[in-house]
């Protein structure tokens, strides 16, 4: 079974530049997540969608930051115009959708590492 | 609020000896408790799981946790370290009802030969 994929994996830009990301998911997970880990701290979730819609965007920087998935299946993440505090590795990950008061679990991506000089 | 504090950044052992990693967590509800592995240009991957099933939970590659709730603890452990063993480890908590993942800050494990 194919993982979860994200390109690129690495990318360089100068802050006030825009950047997008993009995650496949595993085939057959509904929900999909992304979540962003500054170096030293573990992942924060930015997104989580259920099929095309957002289930949950409470902690994404709207002023800035994007992220849809129209076909319900790949997504794309993007920054608009980017600060030096956005470098970070930016995590996709996937699920199946969890039933209602319990857990499925989610899988991830190698990610994508954002340096902004 | 439900969180996750891992309590120690930084863990280091000799192979063959002893892993305990520590972490507590906070939580209105009946939380369920994972330790995730992260291992270097690597996605995350999940050790363990606790979802309220027997209190001690195996895990992958050796590994096992016990949810002690007087304690609100979770720690991880594996009785032998193996050089393969070195990597990021994170301690997460779900609020019951909710698929939202809340992450520690991770402690990094080094294992030296």
């Known amino acids: 079974e194919a993982g979860v994929a994200q390109s690129p994996r690495y990318k360089i830009i100068e802050k006030r530049q825009s950047v997008a990301f993009w995650c496949n998911p595993i085939s057959g997970h509904a929900t999909l997540y992304w979540y962003q880990q500054i170096l030293g701290q573990g992942p924060k979730l930015l997104i989580q969608f259920q099929n095309n819609g957002v289930v949950d965007d409470s902690q994404l920087p709207k002023d800035r930051f994007s992220a849809e998935r129209l076909k319900g299946v790949d997504s794309t993440l993007k920054i608009q115009p980017a600060k030096l505090e956005d470098s970070a590795v930016y995590l996709c990950?996937?699920?199946?959708?969890?039933?209602?008061?319990?857990?499925?679990?989610?899988?991830f991506g190698p990610g994508t590492r954002l340096t902004v000089t | 609020a439900q969180s996750v504090t891992q309590l120690d950044s930084h863990v280091s052992v000799s192979e063959g000896t002893p892993v305990l990693l520590r972490c507590n967590y906070s939580s209105s509800y009946s939380p369920s408790l994972f330790w995730y592995v992260q291992h270097p240009n690597k996605g995350l991957q999940l050790l363990l799981k606790?979802?309220?099933?027997?209190?001690l939970v195996k895990g992958i590659n050796g590994f096992e946790a016990e949810f002690k709730k007087s304690e609100t603890s979770f720690h991880l452990t594996k009785p032998s370290a193996h050089m393969s063993d070195a990597a990021e480890y994170f301690c997460v908590v779900i609020p019951y009802n909710n698929n939202d993942m809340r992450f520690g800050a991770g402690t990094r494990l080094t294992v030296k030969p």
């Open positions: 990950a996937s699920s199946l959708v969890p039933p209602s008061g319990f857990y499925n679990e989610q899988y």
């Open positions: 606790y979802t309220s099933a027997a209190t």
